[in-house]
């Protein structure tokens, strides 16, 4: 693209954490980041109880944080359900939305996932929309039509104008901590598509961010993120281990500068 796009990588801690682990992790991760983020974008996506906790230690520090679900709904008689809202009052920014695990467990529908990115938007933080297919539909040749109607369905809901604020991650459900990633062309070619998918909406949508998900490790991260529709990470296991995380964003910056 003749407009360099910002890499960005995003951990996803899925339910991990406690008081004391978080603060280390944080602490680490948020030390290291100065040097990296003047020309990527970092951010962690923590169960929603320690958003006060990580709201406190990472006030003016270069990374930010965010929820790994939203509700459909602002408020309301919705137990259990977190608003957009809510999250936005703690300084979240980021709301992972449709990850293959709400997809699989709660049986969320393309359409909810498109819900709730519109919601995570009213509220003033960025969707990190998520897809992918499973092994079954890669064998069976399907990947394109799968990503691309889980795709289609949140374009369908959004503006240009607010399709062109969301992140979106492509994880295929069988490289998700598994340790089997997919490989870097297999991981460029749907991101490609993708992003044609996106111009097909609207030439604007170009920009969007693309992110790899599925056991990135720094082994493979400069690789993927070397690709030209891979946007950075959104990282799993990896995000629990500052060392690695670190690693994977260093891997996102080299990628960026190489470029």
Partial sequence: MSEQRVKWV???????????????LLQAVAD??????????????VPTPYLAQV????????????????????????TGEVAAGMAAEFGATLALVGHSERRAYHAESSDLVAAKARRALESGLT??????????????????AVVGAQLDAVL????????????????PVWAIGTGRSATVEQAQEVHAFLRARLVQ????????????????????????????????????????????????????????LAR
């Fill in 10 to 24: 995003v951990g996803n801690w899925k339910m991990h954490g406690r008081l004391a682990e978080n603060a280390a």
């Fill in 32 to 45: 290291g980041a100065g040097a990296l983020v003047d020309v990527i974008r970092i951010g962690v996506c």
């Fill in 55 to 78: 709201q406190a230690l990472l006030a003016d520090r270069p990374v930010a944080w965010g929820v790994q679900d939203v509700s459909t709904y602002t408020h309301g008689a919705y």
């Fill in 127 to 144: 969707p990190v929309v998520c897809i992918g297919e499973t092994l079954a539909e890669r064998e069976a040749g399907t990947t394109e």
């Fill in 156 to 171: 369908s809901l959004l503006s240009v104008e607010e399709a062109a604020r969301i992140v979106i991650a492509y994880e």
């Fill in 201 to 256: 909406k609207e030439a604007s949508l170009a920009r969007v961010a693309l992110l790899y998900g599925g056991s990135v490790k720094p082994e493979n991260a400069q690789a993927l993120f070397g690709q030209a529709d891979i946007d950075g990470g959104l990282i799993g296991g990896a995000s629990l281990k500052s060392q690695d995380f670190l690693a994977i964003c260093a891997a996102a910056k080299a990628a960026s």
